[in-house]
């Protein structure tokens, strides 16, 4: 969102246009979209059951930089995963070094060099290139484009590309995660590019915000984790939370209370992110929640980090799989991946709005993928 930091230094990168035009006809057995530890742990399964997965990972465009979706999902946002399991404490840098091929090293942030920071286990970039690596050491041939219209109506499906290419595939497994969901005020949209950010690791080392006060807006694990990040670069973090209780993990929320950094508004919520065009944010208008006072307040702010919880990515689907009340894909047959349309599966935190953690959204992958290779059998024994 910001013209400085990590992940708008990435939008610089040349892109990847996998494609052989000679095979763009030919089915592919699977086809993975999306590239979080759904996605990438469905292509390792899949790849190894020979079904050579073509995995489309997302573009990297400044409107999926906007949206929220930038490719290899939403872990990337996250500075360290203490809880996906196989990461103790530790000194990652050799691994990681040898691991990861150079040319990609480009997406793990420099911290994770850093011994002391390796010390509470793997950074999320660092994480998510693991797997991207290992799911290519198989043989998944990776497409740097979104996929932004589906024919699910007969298999093959089709695919169309944001390079206009079209690509049929036997079965789909749809793993496209989820964005940051918004306020929804006129003034957060104005900011958006000056001061108001969905993602306080890739924007919260930006100059703005070094030494001045912050706000986050939420009050679950990702605002209370987004909080403790920005204590590193903001003079103060204030938590808006619109009730009187954190939704958090109890042990993030204790090293929040615990940070003489950061201070709770409770009973809070913005009303109006406050600036002007030369300096984008100033502050934020707040009102209280758990009164009739319909008076308001000013807080003084360099920056608004909205961490307020997810939406679904599913509009490149166009209905054509059913979704529930809430959004996220159906899944019609309880503890399988199988979605409306047979043939099309689901894995990660697009079908998941309970869970919703990264080692969920790998399990679920490997499910996606076992229950395609089931789905082919069974087509196969059908057509012999
Ligand atoms: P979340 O758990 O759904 O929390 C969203 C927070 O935003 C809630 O506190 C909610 O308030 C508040 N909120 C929602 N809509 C709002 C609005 N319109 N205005 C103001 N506040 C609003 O979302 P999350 O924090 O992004 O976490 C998503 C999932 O990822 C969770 O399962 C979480 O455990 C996981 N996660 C885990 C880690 C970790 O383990 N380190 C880190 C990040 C995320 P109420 O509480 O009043 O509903």
Not at 88 to 110: C, F, H, K, Q
């Amino acid at each position: 969102m910001f013209v400085e930091g990590t992940t708008s230094e990435v939008l610089r990168l040349p892109q990847l246009h996998w494609r052989n035009p000679m095979e763009t006809k030919v089915p592919e057995k699977v086809v993975v979209i999306g590239s979080g530890p759904a996605g990438w742990s469905a292509a390792i399964y899949a790849a190894r059951a020979a079904l050579r997965p073509l995995l489309f990972e997302g573009a990297l465009s400044a409107e999926n930089q906007e949206a929220g979706r930038l490719p290899m999902g939403q872990l990337t946002t996250t500075g360290y995963v203490e809880n996906y399991p196989g990461f103790p404490p530790g000194d990652m840098r050799n691994y990681l070094n040898t691991a990861i091929s150079e040319d990609r090293l480009y997406a793990v942030p420099e911290e994770v060099f850093d011994d002391s920071a390796t010390q509470r286990g793997i950074s999320g970039p660092a994480l998510m290139e693991l797997m991207r690596r290992q799911a290519e050491y198989f043989g998944t041939r990776v497409v740097s484009e979104d996929v932004v219209d589906v024919d699910f109506s007969k298999r093959p499906f089709r695919l169309i590309d944001s390079n206009d290419d079209v690509t049929l595939a036997e079965t789909v497994v749809v793993a496209t995660g989820a964005s940051a969901r918004w306020l929804g005020l006129p003034s957060e949209e104005r900011f958006k590019t000056n001061g108001v950010s969905g993602c306080a690791v890739c924007d919260g080392a930006a100059p703005r915000f070094r030494n001045r006060p912050i706000v986050v807006v939420g009050g679950g694990d990702s605002a209370v984790e987004d909080a403790l990040f920005l204590t590193k670069f903001a003079s103060q973090v204030m938590i808006v939370h619109r009730r009187d209780e954190l939704r958090a993990s109890k042990i993030l929320a204790k090293r929040a209370t615990d940070n003489p950094k950061i201070e709770f508004l409770w009973n809070s919520k913005v009303v109006e992110i406050l600036g002007d065009d030369a300096n984008g944010v100033t502050g934020v208008r707040i009102a209280n929640t758990a009164s009739s006072d319909a008076a308001t307040k000013e807080i003084e702010a360099s920056g608004v980090f909205v961490a307020i919880g997810r939406r679904p990515n599913v509009e490149f689907l166009h209905n054509a799989l059913e979704l529930d009340e809430e959004g996220y894909i159906k899944r019609p047959i309880p503890f399988r991946t199988n979605t409306s349309v047979p043939g099309v599966f689901v894995a990660g935190d697009v079908g998941d709005s309970r869970y919703r953690q990264g080692i969920v959204a790998a399990g679920s992958g490997a499910c996606a993928a076992l229950d395609v290779e089931k789905f082919l059998l069974e087509k196969s024994a059908d057509n012999s």
